[in-house]
């Protein structure tokens, strides 16, 4: 009898073992069949060829007409309606056109119209607790829709606008497609991946911020593009050095400087010292922070980065003629950006010199402004120690795509706490 | 009997031959009286007579001919009028009468700075200071430590590049004047490398001076495009005894493979400044006298004009940019 019991209960753990995935195919395949209508393929044609240049997806929210994907998946069309146009593709095949109504640039996302109805509206919802499984549907690389299964990893803390970090293998092509929690409600929208199953979802509630919006306004196309990219973009330009401002910075001392070094969450610093040789005859401490955001404008454009750095030179060694010729060599700094012609204005730039916890230095403000995207700017900071002999100190701090206004607050805030410490 | 001078330059050698009878003949034959060694020049070209006291000049020439005040001459003879220019092919006589005033005697004077440049003392100076300014600049640009192998290793093809260029230089002397004025030649090959550093120097100085990098680079300029074609000119004029503007023409053929180097520099910088750059261009001198005119100032007060300066410099850029895309 106790024999009997056991290899029942044996039976009983392999039946249940062996059922466990046939469920979860089971939840998979029960998500797609019941969210596929309401999933499309986007394509940006070009207007000229008749041909796709680039392609994502995307789904029916809100209204049966309504359907969000990525900024980043129609910002050829976004930023050149001439010359693109915009179309779906079902998962039987059937195409037809889109029109854009809104997008919220900062956050990845982009609402567009059909005129037909095109499927039920997917239903938002929170985002579950860390661990539990998430379905992301798309068509990565043009090769047919398919459903991934993965696991909510949690907000990430580090980013300003924190994307959710979803441990699934999103790839090319199903960028705006959307992430469903077990119960088909969507949590998130795919935006990205660096590989090995790390991907990252823009949460639904952003998109929430925009639907809400729209319904407001009786889902009214947005009129001007560009103003409305640069609304956004400064809005949240200001929202976040105002955060910086009023956070409470940590120190780091460079050479006999006490200067700001970690001065938000999204602010990872990274020591850049060259390794220093048998022969040197000076010493060299350099730092670099940056806040590692980038918002996606164009295929050739991004902005909302801001860098800064503090190089630090001495000698006791060096004649100062000597010195200075080494020490001007690091004075010089530039924006990484890839901002051409048609994009930005050339730099103008201002040099004086100011007084710095009670040393000289001799700083220098450039500004160069967005040629579509009004008030919105990139700043150049640059500061310079003068007067020692045998010290040199460099600070540079650089934004892209900023309030100027703001920038300019942060940057005489950042040098007022510089501190001389022997 | 009247004496006439007939001159004829060859290969810028000038040859003087004083005609006392008539007629006279000319061509590259050993009969004739004055013998020409040209290929271009007919065996028997032409003859000089004189009748009634009057100078004809009959070409004999068929293959090139002669040609008188820049008229080519047919076979029959033409008159000359004292003094008379003719060519024959492309050498160039001249018919000269003996009283005919000649140019002042070059007075060769101590004076001025040729004089300091053609000392062999000074020469020796300038190209040591030369040689002593490529050391300091490589050794202020190394902030190791280094053997002094690694500097003279480093120094010596700018040492060869000097004495190069003097060569060139004397050059211009031994072609002209068959002599090699080396002692010069030194000091201006020196002051070809030296004068552009000072320059250099004193653009430094000057741009953090101002705080304004723009004065650096006009010195630079006036440097390269000025000064060393004046310096070889100067030597030219000294040594050759010409005069400054064919001195400058000669002075300018020489230095033109450089000069198109600065030219091509020039262009690119003018288009950098005058069209698109994503560097922006600020005053990045240091120096460690600190001597500058601008005072310290608040960083309130820096902020401000930071602010007001750039804002206004770029609503101008936006506004040309805009009214430029409407053109278009």
Known sequence: MKKLLQKSALTLFLIINMLAPAFAELDTSKLYTETEKSVYQIRVINKQTGKKSSIGSGFVVSKDNILATNYHVVSEYINDPEVYSLEYLSTSGKGGTLEL???????DLAIVKSKQPMGVPLKISYLPEKGANLFSLGNPMDLGFTIIKGTNNGVLPRAIDGNILFSGSLNPGMSGGPTLDQEGNLVGVNVATSGNNISFLVPAEYLKVVLDRLEGNSFKSVDDRFAHSSNQLLENSKKIVDKIIRNKWSATKIGTFIVPAKLDKSIRCWDASRKPKKDDLFKSYFTRCSNEDNIYISSHLTVGSINFEYLWLETDKLSPARFYRRYEKSNSSVIGSRAGKRDVTNFSCHTDFTKIAEHNFKTTVCRRDYLKYKGLSDMLFTTALVGEKDKGFIFNLDFTGTDAKSSLVLFKRMLETFKWKK | MEKVILETIQRGVHSYHKIESFPVTMGRAFDNDIILQDVTISPHHLIIDKEDGNYLIKNLSTENGTTLEGKKLGSEPAMLDIPA??????????????????????????????????????????FLATVAIFFIERFLDTPVAKEPLFYISNVLPSVWTLLGITVVISGITRISTHRWEIIPAISIASMVFLVPQLFEYLGHFASYLFTADSFGSWLQNIASFMIIPLLLALFIVKTIHTKWLPALGVAALVYSPFLAYQV???????????????????????????????????????????DKETSSIIEDMLIEAKKKEAKS
């Open chain 1, 101 to 107: 109504i809104d997008f919220d640039i900062v956050h």
């Open chain 2, 85 to 126: 220019h003719f060519k024959l092919n492309n050498l160039k006589a001249r018919l000269l009468s003996t009283d005919m005033p000649v140019e002042d005697t070059y007075v060769q004077n101590c004076s001025g700075l040729f004089c300091f440049f053609s000392s062999p003392i000074w020469a020796a100076l300038l």
């Open chain 2, 264 to 306: 091509i520099n020039l262009v690119d910088d003018l288009n950098l400044k005058s069209g698109f750059s994503e560097i922006p261009g600020y005053s990045q001198t240091l120096l460690p006298s600190d001597i500058r005119l601008n005072t310290t100032i608040s960083l309130d007060d820096y902020i401000k004009d930071a």
